[in-house]
């Protein structure tokens, strides 16, 4: 079964420092990778994804993530954080699900929380 | 350009009721993906459905819940007799025909159940 993992709960950075927030990932093929960002009573934006191709992929509002196969991670990144990016980020992972039914379906991580501290 | 709706924003209900939730995607998208949000455990995949088909129920309850997409209208979460366990954020995502995973959200439907 697909599973992803989310270390950090909360992580607290001064604005204009950079960021790295960790996603690992357990899934048996080549997964497909997400990120997602949820300001709080929002619902879920997609600031990126993977599915194949270059590793390093750039996403909306200056985020990036990097797909290292050989740590099972996909981890995001900001050089330098903005106030507004305060908010919930999740890693998700996608692919056929184990039941075959040719669903899509979406596993997420628990979230970090990010709090900027001007 | 429309993003996915949901509505209502917010439902009050009370233990015993039904609560019907409705998900209309984005223009365009024929899949529609339904996760739940309970506190500390994070977005949970319930069902998935295409136009007039149940494609993946994997992550519904086995009671109480059900889902549709019309051929016409919007997608409706059902929850038939709520208890309080069922208070949580119930989200709707839908996506393109190719159907790769890459699902938009809609803002969500915030039950309370009192």
């Known amino acids: 079964a697909q599973s992803v993992t989310q270390p950090d709960i909360h992580i607290t950075v001064s604005e204009g420092a950079s960021l790295e927030l960790r996603c690992n990932y357990s899934?048996?093929?080549?997964?497909?990778l997400f990120w997602y960002v949820q300001s709080p009573g929002q619902g879920l934006q997609l600031l990126l994804k993977y599915f194949s191709g270059d590793t390093l992929v750039q996403g909306i509002k200056g985020f990036e993530a990097e797909f290292k196969r050989s740590q099972s991670s996909f981890n995001l990144r900001k050089p330098s954080v903005h106030w507004s990016d305060a908010a919930e980020y999740f890693c998700a992972v996608g692919g056929y699900a184990d039941s075959g039914a040719g669903s899509y379906q979406l596993t997420f991580g628990k979230g970090t929380k990010l709090s900027v501290i001007p | 350009n429309a993003g996915v709706m949901q509505n209502p924003r917010h439902l009050v209900r009370r233990r015993g009721q039904e609560a019907r939730l409705r998900c209309s995607p984005m223009k365009g998208h024929s899949h529609v993906y339904w996760y739940r949000q309970l506190p500390e455990e994070g977005l949970k995949f319930m069902v998935y459905l295409q136009k007039e088909n149940i494609i993946d129920e994997s992550g519904m309850p086995k009671e109480r819940f059900s889902a549709e997409f019309p051929k016409e209208g919007p997608s409706i979460l059902r929850i038939q007799q709520v208890v309080r366990g069922d208070s949580a954020a119930y989200f709707c995502a839908s996506s393109p025909p190719s159907g790769r995973g890459e699902q938009y959200f809609g803002p969500g439907t915030r039950l309370t159940v009192t």
């Open positions: 899934y048996g093929a080549t997964p497909y």
